[in-house]
């Protein structure tokens, strides 16, 4: 079976390769034409999806190329010296992915809070702002909801989001699920068989998209203090939660994939479709539905906070101090809150607003974990 599996995801693999050069050529020739027609212009589009596509397909293949060798090694003197390896590469490839992806959501971020609003903003704009990286000067508009006209050329900021949920999916395999007698499982927390902590693990990741989705959608998401604090507590009930029933170290990195998987899941299921309403909309000559872009911008913003507790998740198990406490989860909580606080700090600074409270206490409160 672990054969079987080897060679035809390496056949399916060397096959979407392939496909991406007929691509390639196909999007050059395409593109080379002086004048585009506008069912040439559609089929320009539907080869820039298919090329997405492709380049997922060859990740998930890639994924399930090593696994079929992780089968075929299993048990032998060379599974140790795979399960190194392939925690090295998936992890560099998770470590690359979330750089793109957390540098994308701090820049743009940045850029709602820093724009200018008022001088020499024309009516169809929210702001602009000039910026100078790299010896280079750059100049950003950004619409109130969206231009007369699409562009031909529209770059889409999605799959920093999903490969990086998907290495990080993969390394809870690698390093957790595969071996979970011994990494998942701590018969001192509790004592229960593999299958089942691996299904708890997997199962509360949807149970918490499930829980913040309705919180979003409930009255609380119109009063910020409540619905933060309601989503403190429903963070608190994880973490003791995880903390109760696995290991220390992977309790607290089912808390950092709980979160990711609450922003991969935003990503995924509400700024994507509603980023694609709207320009669908605009390019049928109809004026998209600007709740969508509030929307989405809202659980984009919410992501933004995500991404230092997870970065902490991230780096924790080379810490014994935080996980290994009487009292993991509270650890933990205390630094997600205090490392949120830093963030809406840098946040509300952007805006040109000043808070002079919410840095001192984040960092009283990260340093009060020492104590």
Known sequence: ????????????????????????????????????????????????????????????????????????VKGTLWEGHLMEWMNIVVRLMHITFGIAWIGASFYFVFLENALNRNRDVRDELAGNLWAIHGGGFYYLEKYKIAPAKIPKHLHWFKYEAYFTWLSGFSLLFIVYYFNASSTLVD??????????????????FALAWLLYDLLCKSFLARYPVLFGLTGFILASLFAYGYTHLFSAKAAYMHFGAMLGTIMAANVFMVIIPSQKAMVNASRKGISPDARLGKNAGRRSLHNNYFTLPVLFVMISNHFPVTFGHPKPWLILMIITVGTAGVKHYLNVKEKGQLSVWVLPASIILLLSAAF
């Open 1 to 72: 079976m672990a054969l079987a599996l080897f060679i035809s995801s390496l056949a399916i693999l060397i096959m979407l390769i392939i496909l991406t050069y007929y691509l390639r050529t196909a999007r050059i020739d395409r593109e080379r034409e002086s004048e585009i027609k506008e069912d040439e212009d559609s089929r320009l589009l539907n080869i820039f999806s298919s090329q997405n596509l492709i380049f997922t397909a060859i990740i998930l293949t890639t994924l399930v190329l090593l696994f079929s060798i992780y089968l075929m």
């Open 187 to 204: 018969k001192n927390v509790l004592d229960i068989n593999s299958i089942t902590a691996i299904l708890i693990g997997i199962g509360s």
